[in-house]
C-alpha cells in the first residue's frame, strides 16, 4: 500500500507521522526472556512543549527463538489486537537485553538488534560481521486516512468478497527495512509472476484468480532475502508489501489498525533461515510415500462413473503406466448439493464396495470437498439450525450464488461446527477414501460475525488455516500420523503442516506450466515442503506437445497428479497412432512415472527431511547455491532434493537454456559428464528432460520399483557420483520406519559401500560403469 507521493510528499488525504527519535530505551528482564522497550515520539523532543498533541509509538523487541528478533510497534495499546500466528516452536528464556545513554542492543544466538539512542530513529539488524537490514529515518509509521481521502490502495480481488472492501480501514501502521546493493527478495506465498519480488506490490489477500493472474491462493507474509534473513509479519488479516517500489531501497509493509508486528529471522544460509522459520511456525508434516505415485483424476466437469472409473484404471493397467491414487472430483455428489458428503446414487450406487474394489485393486482413494454448503444440501437446515454457518452482521445466514447456489459457510471458529463437519469427513474416511483434496477457502466474506468474535479481515485469510486443520486432524485420528495427507489449494503462513498443496487453476499452455513453477518455487521460498500441480494444465485441452512436457515436469514434482476441468487426463487421449517410437503420450508416462518409482528411495528421504529441518522437496537454485551468484534470478529450473537438478523443457520445438552451477555434474538420463558453472542450450525429444546428478552426490535408486511404499532398501542400487570422497546415503522403510545406511569410503583404488545392517541386498556401481554385487553387508569398486 503506498502512502507516499515521491520523496518528499505524502499522498493526498494521508497524515504520516514517523517515529522520530528514540526517547528512552528501556531494558527489562526476566524469566521468560528479556525484552528491549523504546518510547519513539513522532517528532524531535527538544523542549516540553513538544511532547504534547503528538503520537507516541512504542516499540518493543524481543525473542521468541535463538536468532529471531521480535519487534512490535504500537500506536494506541488499549484498541483490540486479535493474536497473529501460531508460533508453536516459540520459546521462553532467549535474548540478552541492554540498555545505556548510547542506546540498545538485544543479543540473540548470531542475531543482534541495535537501536540508537535519539535521532534519528535508527534500528538494525547486524550479525558478527556486518549490517543485515535497518529500519532507519521514516521507515516506523503511523498512518491516518482523512474520512473523505480514497484509500490509497486496495489487494486486487477484495471486491468479490466483501461490500465494504476496507474503506473502513484509516489508520495504519508500516515499517520499512532498508534493501542493499545487489540485495533480491523471495517468498510471500505461492506467487505466479516474477519470482524474484524486487519491485513488486504484493498484497497478502487469499483469492482465486487462477494462476495468471497477480492473485494468488496461498499468500505468506514472509519474505527471505539473499542477505541472511528472512522476515515474517505477524499478521494474519491483509498485509501490503512494497517491494523496492514505493521506496526503491526498502521493503515496506503495512497493516490496518494500531499494531504491526514482525520478526527478522536469521540464517545466515537460506537453508538455515527456512530451519528457524518453519521450526518457529512448524514444519511439513510427514507424508507417506504411497503419496509420491501418480494420482489420476475423474477430472472436474466431465461424465463420469464406475464404469469410467475402472475403464481409466484398466487402462493403466493395460499400457503399463504405474499409478497409486484414484481421486473423486466434484461430481462424486450431485450437482447443487455440494457440500453434502452424500455419493450421488445415479452414478455411484455402491460407493462402500467400489472404494474397495480399488483397494484390493492396491490403490488408493481421494475425494474432493469444500467447506461451502449449498441451499439445495441436506446439510444446509442442519447447519442452519444448529448455528454452523457463518452469519451477517444482521443475524441472517451468509450466503451467495457464486460456486453453489445459496451456499453458506461453514464457521470453524465455533468448535461445534468443526466437530460437526469432521464428522462428516470421518463418515466418508469410513466408507474407505483415503485423502482429501480441501478445495477452495479462499472466498471468505468480511462483512459477516464469527462464532467467536474473531476480526473477519483477521478471518478472511486465517481461514483456510482452520478449514484445512479440521480435515488432516481426522486423516492423522483415522488413518496415522504420518498416512494423513490432504490435496489443499489454500493457506497461509503455518499451512506448511498439513501438507499436500497443490497450484491451483492453471491453464494448457507452456506459459501457465511456466508461471505453475514460480508459484511452486516462491511456495518453497514461503517454508512449503511438498507442492503439486495439474499436469496438462487444468482449464483448455491440452496440445500433446504440451501435456507430454508438462508429463516430465509433474512427475519430477515431490507429488504428481493428472487433473484437468472439461476433458480427461489419461494419457492414452493424448496420442494420435504417428508418434516417433518413444515419444507418445503413454510412452512418455510410463518412462517417467517410472522413473518416479526408481527414485522413490531417494526422495522419500527428501520428504523426511523436509519434515526435520523444513527444507522443501523441491528446491530453487538460489535455496541450493546461494554463493552463486548465476542462480538469482532463475526461475525455469530447480533442484530435486539436494542432489538433482530438473530444467523442465517449456516449448513445443523441444528448446531449453539452463544453469549448471560449479562442479562436475553427470546427466541421469544418459550418463553424459559435464563441467558446471556454465549455461547449456539444448534441444531435447518428447521423452527427455536435463536431469542432472550433482558432483559428490551417492544416490539410491530402486531399480524396475513398480510402486512407492515398497521397502526402499531392499535391492537398492547404490550409485557413487564424481567427487565422493567420504558420504553417507540413507534410506528409509515407509512400511516399518527402518533405516539403512549405506557408508561410503573413498580409497586409493576403488570405493568401498557398507550398509547397515548387513543383511541388506544391494548393488553398487560408480557412475558410467557396471555394479557390483554385495556380500554381508559390503562391495568393493575398483577404479
Known amino acids: 500500500m503506498k502512502f507516499t507521493d515521491g520523496f518528499w510528499h505524502t499522498r493526498p488525504g494521508v497524515d504520516a507521522q514517523y517515529a522520530a527519535q528514540a526517547y528512552d530505551i528501556d531494558a527489562r528482564h526476566d524469566q521468560d526472556g528479556d525484552q528491549l522497550v523504546v518510547h519513539a515520539p513522532t517528532r524531535v523532543i527538544r523542549g516540553r512543549g513538544d511532547t504534547l498533541n503528538r503520537a507516541l509509538l512504542t516499540v518493543t523487541l524481543s525473542s521468541p527463538l535463538d536468532g529471531v528478533v521480535r519487534v512490535r510497534i504500537e500506536h494506541h495499546r488499549g484498541t483490540r489486537h486479535d493474536d497473529g500466528f501460531d508460533m508453536v516452536g516459540a520459546e521462553t528464556g532467549h535474548g540478552e537485553a541492554e540498555a545505556g545513554a548510547e542506546g540498545g542492543v538485544l543479543r540473540t544466538g548470531p542475531l543482534t538488534a541495535r537501536i540508537t539512542a535519539g535521532a534519528p530513529w535508527d534500528l538494525t539488524f547486524e550479525d558478527a560481521e556486518r549490517v543485515l537490514t535497518r529500519s532507519g529515518h521514516k521507515s516506523v509509521g503511523y498512518m491516518t486516512l482523512d474520512p473523505d481521502a480514497p484509500v490509497p490502495s486496495e489487494p486486487a480481488g477484495i471486491a468479490g468478497v466483501t461490500t465494504t472492501g476496507l474503506a473502513a480501514a484509516r489508520t495504519y501502521v508500516h515499517n520499512q527495512l532498508s534493501l542493499g546493493v545487489g540485495e533480491l527478495v523471495y517468498g510471500l506465498g505461492e506467487r505466479f509472476g516474477p519470482f524474484v519480488k524486487n519491485g ?8 482465486d484468480g487462477g494462476t495468471s493472474s497477480e492473485l494468488a491462493y496461498k499468500n505468506v507474509p514472509f519474505y527471505l532475502t539473499n542477505r541472511g534473513y528472512g522476515v515474517l509479519v505477524n499478521h494474519p488479516e491483509h498485509v501490503s508489501f512494497e517491494v523496492g517500489s514505493e521506496v526503491v531501497e526498502q521493503v515496506q509493509f503495512s497493516v490496518p489498525g494500531e499494531a504491526l508486528e514482525y520478526l527478522v529471522i536469521y540464517g545466515p544460509t537460506p537453508e538455515q533461515v527456512l530451519e528457524r522459520y518453519t521450526r518457529l511456525v512448524g514444519r511439513p508434516a510427514r507424508v507417506p510415500a504411497w503419496s509420491y505415485g501418480l494420482w489420476l483424476s475423474t477430472s472436474f466437469t466431465t461424465d463420469y462413473d464406475e464404469a469410467t472409473v475402472n475403464q481409466f484404471i484398466d487402462g493403466m493397467v493395460e499400457r503399463d503406466l504405474p499409478f497409486s491414487v484414484f481421486h473423486f472430483d466434484c461430481f462424486w455428489m450431485r450437482e447443487f448439493d455440494w457440500t453434502s458428503f452424500v455419493w450421488d446414487p445415479r452414478t455411484f450406487p455402491d460407493p462402500e464396495g467400489m472404494l474397495a474394489r480399488l483397494h484390493e485393486r492396491g490403490l488408493r482413494t481421494s475425494a474432493w470437498v469444500n467447506p461451502y454448503i449449498a441451499q439445495r444440501s ?15 452482521t444482521d443475524g441472517s445466514i451468509w450466503q451467495w450464488d457464486l460456486w453453489q447456489a445459496g451456499m453458506g459457510l461453514v464457521d470453524f471458529t465455533n468448535p461445534a461446527a468443526r466437530t460437526w463437519f469432521q464428522g462428516k469427513i470421518r463418515t ?21 460475525v464469527w462464532h467467536d468474535g474473531s476480526d473477519p479481515y483477521r478471518m478472511h485469510n486465517w481461514y483456510a488455516q482452520l478449514y484445512n486443520q479440521a480435515v488432516f486432524e481426522v486423516l492423522e485420528e483415522v488413518r496415522g500420523e504420518g498416512e494423513a495427507v490432504l490435496f489443499a489449494r489454500s493457506a497461509t ?6 501438507p499436500v498443496h497443490w497450484g491451483g487453476d492453471n491453464s494448457s499452455t507452456f506459459e501457465s506450466m511456466a508461471e505453475s513453477l514460480r508459484g511452486g518455487l516462491s511456495m518453497s521460498m514461503s517454508g512449503f515442503g511438498f507442492w503439486s500441480h495439474d499436469i496438462g494444465g487444468f482449464e483448455g485441452d491440452p496440445d500433446p506437445t504440451v501435456f507430454k512436457r508438462w508429463v516430465a515436469f509433474g512427475l519430477l514434482s515431490s507429488h504428481s497428479r493428472l487433473h484437468g476441468s472439461q476433458s480427461y487426463r489419461v494419457p492414452w487421449l493424448f496420442d494420435r497412432g504417428d508418434e516417433a517410437p518413444g515419444t507418445s503420450a503413454v510412452e512418455v508416462t510410463r518412462r517417467f512415472a517410472q522413473l518416479k518409482m526408481e527414485l522413490m528411495p531417494y526422495l522419500y528421504q527428501a520428504g523426511l527431511e523436509a519434515h526435520a529441518i523444513g527444507l522443501p522437496v523441491m528446491r530453487p537454485m538460489q535455496l541450493a547455491f546461494p554463493n552463486d551468484p548465476a542462480v538469482a534470478h532463475l526461475d525455469r529450473q530447480y533442484m530435486l532434493g539436494p542432489d538433482l537438478l530438473v530444467a523442465p523443457v517449456l516449448s513445443a520445438r523441444g528448446e531449453v537454456e539452463y544453469y549448471l ?36 552426490a551417492v544416490l539410491v535408486t530402486s531399480p ?80
Open 661 to 696: 552451477p560449479a562442479g562436475r555434474w553427470t546427466n541421469l538420463l544418459t550418463g553424459e559428464a559435464a563441467d558446471g558453472g556454465a549455461w547449456r542450450r539444448e534441444h531435447h525429444e518428447l521423452d527427455s528432460v536435463p536431469l542432472w546428478v550433482r558432483e559428490g
Open 428 to 448: 466418508l474416511l469410513g466408507q474407505g477414501i483415503d485423502a482429501i483434496k480441501t478445495d477452495f477457502g479462499e472466498r471468505v466474506p468480511v462483512d459477516v
Open 493 to 498: 503462513t503455518g499451512g506448511q503442516r498439513m
Open 200 to 207: 513488486q506490490t504484493v498484497d497478502v489477500w487469499n483469492a
Open 378 to 392: 441436506a446439510l444446509f437446515d442442519e447447519a442452519a439450525e444448529a448455528g454452523y454457518l457463518v452469519r451477517r
Open 704 to 783: 524396475g520399483a513398480d510402486r512407492p511404499d515398497r521397502d526402499h532398501a531392499d535391492g537398492a542400487l547404490v550409485t557413487v557420483y564424481p567427487g565422493v570422497t567420504d558420504a553417507e546415503a540413507t534410506v528409509t522403510d515407509p512400511a516399518t520406519g527402518a533405516v539403512t545406511r549405506f557408508t561410503v569410503r573413498r580409497e586409493e583404488n576403488g570405493v568401498t559401500v557398507t550398509a547397515e545392517p548387513t543383511a541388506t541386498r544391494f548393488t553398487v556401481r560408480v557412475a558410467g560403469q557396471p555394479p557390483v554385487g554385495a556380500e554381508e553387508g559390503i562391495a568393493v569398486l575398483r577404479t
